[in-house]
């Protein structure tokens, strides 16, 4: 510093405050842009088409069979994301991994859904206890998948909205279902049976099932302020090599329990639609 040059004067709290609110209307305001564009480009529906609640799945059968039971036509067949929509609900199959899933909750925020809910698969960790076709609550996930860390920092749990569960909780049993309840470990990688370490590992952690999207999701979800639950249905179990997935197995579990799975779903968002029930657990 030269001579009798004075030294730079040091923000405030409040002007660093208000600094970052004008930086964060900037962002804010330009995400809104590319993503009002980009929903529709992915599902092939425009923003008016949409619902105000959401199910998400893996899997394009998902959305034919809603379509189907609805009279509904199905968009997106030539873009990346399937979608149909009925009495104020839009299913998506968004694809697989949890890139796809933080995606598809990003592209969302252009319609501001009043709830998501996740109808996924997962492979059920509790050999003896879990079987194919069990379904699986989660009340928190483990992020392992990495994703979610582009969102908040890795200290933050994995939650979902808890009225959201509920509701779902409360369809399951209209539905005549048991279910199993527990953390759902999120993985980026998807061949990892042979693995016997990893699989320690998940012993370790307690885990009652392994997915690769959920904790994506509740953490993409809560940081753009989108009430998000998760309903899986096991379909493999893969702590032993004869509980690994085969077409075969998956075929079976499609056949005998996806039509009940997204029943609860579509049930469930009835449930909060019918009651006027308000899904935001936390003041975001």
């Known amino acids: 510093?030269?001579?009798n040059e004075k030294p730079p004067r040091t923000l405030s709290q409040a002007e660093l405050d208000q600094l970052w609110q004008e930086n964060f209307a900037i962002e804010k305001a330009s995400k809104a842009s590319i993503v009002r564009d980009w929903l529709p480009r992915y599902t092939g529906l425009s923003l008016d088409q949409f619902g105000e609640y959401i199910l998400l799945v893996n899997f394009a059968g998902y959305v034919r069979d809603f379509a189907e039971q609805h009279d509904v036509p199905v968009f997106g067949l030539d873009r990346p994301m399937q979608a149909a929509t009925a009495?104020?609900?839009t299913i998506i199959n968004f694809g697989i991994g949890s890139p796809n899933a933080g995606l598809v909750i990003d592209l969302l925020e252009a319609i501001k859904p009043k709830a998501v809910?996740?109808?996924g698969k997962c492979?059920?960790?509790?050999?003896g206890k879990n079987h194919n076709g069990d379904l699986i609550l989660p009340i928190a996930a483990i992020r392992g998948e990495g994703t979610s860390n582009d969102y908040l920092p890795p200290e933050v749990p994995a939650l979902p909205a808890f009225a959201l569960q509920k509701a779902v909780s409360t369809t399951i049993r209209e539905?005549?279902?048991d279910y199993w309840t527990g953390v759902v470990y999120t993985t980026n990688k998807r061949v990892w049976e042979h693995r016997e370490?990893?699989?320690a590992k998940l012993r370790d952690l307690r885990c009652i099932a392994i997915d690769m999207e959920t904790a994506t999701l509740f953490v993409a979800a809560f940081k753009n302020q989108m009430p998000a639950g998760a309903l899986l249905l096991v379909s493999d179990m893969p702590m032993t090599r004869e509980g690994i997935k085969t077409e075969a197995s998956d075929r079976m579990v499609t056949t005998q329990f996806t039509?009940?799975?997204?029943?609860?779903?579509v049930d469930s968002l009835k449930q909060l639609m019918n009651k006027s029930m308000t899904v935001k657990?936390?003041?975001f």
Not at 259 to 265: E, N, Q, R
């Open 1 to 3: 510093m030269k001579k």
């Open 87 to 89: 009495g104020g609900i």
């Open 117 to 119: 809910l996740f109808l």
């Open 123 to 127: 492979g059920g960790l509790k050999t």
């Open 175 to 177: 539905h005549e279902r």
């Open 197 to 199: 370490d990893f699989k």
């Open 259 to 265: 039509k009940t799975h997204l029943a609860i779903g």
């Open 281 to 283: 657990h936390l003041r």
